[in-house]
């Protein structure tokens, strides 16, 4: 018995420190054998079959150094990068997105289709694995290679059960999506809620001591935020941790969806926006808000400001909780309305500490960010390094 474990103990710590090497080479390549021996306090025995182990899975790859000023004979080890891949998809309300995403976490080729995938789950599973299909095929993938499946979509999810619970935006409920791509696919699939899976991309975006604590907030046809601490998700106790489209802003204010009052998403989801000004005006999408907010039209102008208000306070909130490094925001809002960042940097100035402002910052990964992020972390969660 004791043997067994000793053995058990002995391949498990095998396997850390190749994993642990793997991630080195990737995140600082191109490394030397020596630069390994020295990073890791191994020694140079196990690097060597580490490396040799490395290298026979095809994972890594060795080139000779050219410029002689590093030393003789000195041989660099790279990622071979395109010897594996994942698949990351989203689920938006109006469109499904899919991409290929390489082990180095870059994304090799994206594809958006729209698709009517609210209240139509069958109908966008199989849209996407028909849509997956074209993929391998089009872009010659051998289908060995694909490590796995990355879901992204809006709403509560089962994380460990690759489960969707609820998701208000899509009208989606109690669906095992992991099972069923993997059903149709043979691939193996993890899902995660669309912020949670972007903070993973933003992760790799910004630099390491920004990303370390870091929440991002996500502004569209919802609100929500995704909240990184010491680099790694923070899920709370049912993975719901980060939805502070629910939070309360305003005990006498609209009516929620939920059945709640004063929620912020019944002042800054796009459906809510739209709602209130409607009252008053043809208004029946985002761009129209935008067309009347460009005019100057009063009911519209003080509808947004009101909502950054909200906002602001939300944020201010999220600095207090967590005390992150940085604030991502992401979304359609400010890219409909680019001029209420002035307005969201004077309202953090009243409602946050002083120098708050300073740690917001805009996303740059626009449609790609939850694509990006699923593929990343299917490419992690299911590469096994023997
Ligand atoms: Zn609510």
Redesign the pocket.
């Known amino acids: 018995m004791r043997d067994k474990m000793l053995k058990h103990d002995q391949l498990y710590i095998k396997q850390q420190n190749k994993q642990w090497v793997y991630e080195l080479i990737k995140t600082k390549e191109p490394l030397t054998k020596p630069d390994l021996v020295k990073h890791t306090k191994m020694s140079p025995t196990s690097i060597n079959r580490i490396v040799n182990d490395l290298n026979s899975e095809n994972l890594i790859y060795e080139k000779d150094n050219d410029t002689k000023s590093v030393g003789r004979n000195a041989v660099f080890l790279q990622i071979n990068r395109d010897a594996r891949c994942s698949i990351g998809l989203e689920f938006d309300m109006n469109v499904i997105r899919m991409g290929v995403i390489n082990l180095k976490g870059e994304l090799t080729y994206m594809k958006e289709v729209p698709f009517s995938v609210r209240e139509n789950p069958d109908l966008a599973i199989d849209k996407s694995v028909s849509m997956m299909n074209e993929i391998i095929l089009e872009q010659g993938i051998e289908r060995a290679k694909i490590l796995g499946v990355g879901v992204g979509l809006p709403g509560y999810i089962d994380d460990k059960k690759g489960k969707v619970i609820h998701s208000d935006q899509l009208i989606w409920k109690d669906m095992n999506i992991a099972q069923l791509i993997f059903d149709k696919t043979d691939f193996q699939t993890v899902v995660d809620n669309e912020l949670k899976m972007q903070a993973v991309s933003e992760k790799h975006t910004w630099k390491e001591n920004e990303a370390e604590t870091m929440v991002l907030v996500g502004i569209g046809s919802g609100i929500g935020a995704a909240v990184l601490i010491n680099g790694e998700i923070y899920r709370g106790s049912s993975n719901t941790a980060g939805e502070i489209?629910?939070s309360?802003v305003n005990p006498n204010g609209n009516v929620?969806?939920?059945?709640?009052v004063g929620?912020?998403?019944?002042y800054i989801s796009e459906r809510s926006l739209i709602q209130q000004a409607a009252i008053a005006m043809q208004a029946e999408s985002m761009a129209d808000l935008a067309h009347y907010y460009e005019q100057g039209q009063p009911l519209v102008k003080s509808i947004l400001e009101q909502a950054v208000m909200y906002l602001a306070i939300a944020i201010g909130n999220i600095f207090t909780t967590y005390d992150p490094k940085l604030v991502v925001l992401s979304g359609q809002f400010f890219e409909y309305f680019p001029r209420l960042k002035t307005e969201l940097e004077i309202r953090l100035n009243q409602y946050s500490q002083h120098d708050d402002t300073k740690r917001i910052k805009y996303s740059t990964l626009q449609n790609k960010g939850v694509v990006l992020g699923a593929g990343i972390v299917a490419g992690e969660r299911f590469l096994e390094l023997g």
């Open positions: 489209g629910h309360i929620c969806k939920c059945g709640k929620c912020l998403a019944s």
